[in-house]
């Protein structure tokens, strides 16, 4: 071979290789940059569903309808190799939030880490609220609206069970595929071990029989309770009553009592009606929980504070506090003072509390109707 014709196919063989190089660094700059840059689908609420079966051509299918590119399915499949997901995606719903980058949601996709929603139940709810709130949490799998409370304990594995203040008030985080039915299982779970904890270190002496009346009466200090500094007095008014034979006395069982018949007012009617949650006729508590009380409440009712309270209402000063008194006597000086403030404008938040005297005038926003006399 001449040294001419050398010399051209060494030039072509250098030319080939700086041709590979480019091509070579182009291609490791392109997926580079594909790796770690923002999805084009990224956007806030975005977000898809690896579901069972899904293979991860599946996976691209989605990515495409979700805004991204099918020319870079490459790209896509060979940082999957790289990252471990292609063989091992994880079942659930991944986000496309803004920021998002391919390599953040093949990693999320290969270890599972799926978006977490979250359904508080609040205290002082009753059944009827928590299962209107279920009904309408997404995407929560509603196994539960056709069935009437007493075939939803059933299928909760309660059956007999009253619904009624069975579920803690907590923050319960689920998934896409989860049911409501899942999520009332762990909060009925919750209130058994919490109402566990409370009954066995209970104070001594308490005029309580069991874990269910333990409950109830928790269910009424929750409704009572406008300060958290005064749940543990306000159990203790209860626990005293009940040690003294009188009645409980206390509105909100009587709201619950009236349930979708209640339109915001308590009326003599209502005070003097026979029925099992009219605290101002029947002695002791009512047959079952009327609200759905938190950890807090528990603790109140098993370690009530000491003294001989019986009685309370409402400041009406803002504060959401109480007036406690010993005595009948104490406790009418205490709702005059309150009368005093709302004839003069003062008064702010209704008159609550336990029986107040037969004088008194409740504010129109008021649930206490006036009732009650001196044991």
């Known amino acids: 071979m001449s040294r001419k014709r050398k010399?051209?196919?060494g030039w072509i063989f250098v030319l080939s290789a700086l041709l590979v190089g480019a091509a070579a660094y182009w291609a490791f700059d392109r997926y580079a940059g594909f790796a770690d840059a923002p999805l084009a689908s990224a956007k806030t609420d975005a977000s898809i569903v690896v579901a069972r079966g899904d293979s991860f051509a599946s996976v691209l299918g989605k990515l495409h309808a979700a805004g991204e590119s099918p020319a870079r399915d490459m790209e896509w499949r060979l940082l999957a190799r790289q990252l471990g997901t292609a063989g091992h995606l994880q079942v659930g719903e991944y986000a496309l939030g803004p920021g998002t980058t391919p390599r953040d949601l093949l990693v999320r996709m290969r270890d599972g880490k799926v978006i977490s929603r979250r359904f508080t139940i609040v205290e002082g709810w009753n059944i009827r609220q928590l299962r209107a709130a279920l009904a309408k949490a997404m995407p929560l799998e509603h196994e539960t609206a056709a069935l009437d409370d007493a075939a939803l304990m059933a299928k909760l594995g309660?059956?007999?069970q009253h619904p009624e203040g069975r579920f803690l008030p907590e923050t319960y985080l689920y998934t896409r595929g989860d049911s409501d039915l899942d999520v009332l299982a762990r909060a009925h779970a919750a209130m058994q071990q919490a109402l566990d904890e409370a009954?066995?270190?209970r104070a001594p002496g308490l005029p309580l029989k069991s874990q269910d009346e333990a409950l109830t009466l928790a269910s009424i200090v929750e409704k009572e309770t406008g300060v958290a500094e005064d749940r543990a007095r306000i159990a203790g008014v209860f626990v005293n009553r009940i040690a003294k034979g009188m009645r409980l006395e206390t509105d909100p069982t009587v709201v619950y009592g009236l349930g979708t018949r209640y339109d915001g007012n308590i009326r003599k009617?209502?005070?003097?009606?026979d029925n099992p949650y009219n605290t101002y006729r029947i002695a002791g508590l009512p047959p079952t929980p009327?609200?759905?009380?938190g950890k807090a409440a528990l603790q109140a009712v098993t370690h009530p504070?000491?003294?001989n309270v019986v009685y309370f209402v409402s400041s009406g000063d803002g504060s959401g506090r109480s007036l406690f008194a010993a005595t009948y006597a104490e406790h009418q000086a205490n709702v005059r003072a309150y009368l005093a403030r709302y004839r003069a404008g003062l008064?702010?938040?209704?008159l609550t509390g336990t029986a107040t005297s037969d004088d008194a005038a409740p504010a129109p926003t008021s649930t206490t109707t006036p009732a009650g006399s001196p044991p």
């Open 347 to 350: 008064a702010k938040g209704p």
């Open 305 to 307: 504070a000491p003294g």
């Open 199 to 201: 009954w066995k270190t």
């Open 7 to 9: 010399s051209r196919f």
């Open 290 to 293: 009327i609200s759905m009380p």
């Open 158 to 160: 309660f059956a007999g």
């Open 269 to 273: 009617r209502d005070l003097q009606a």
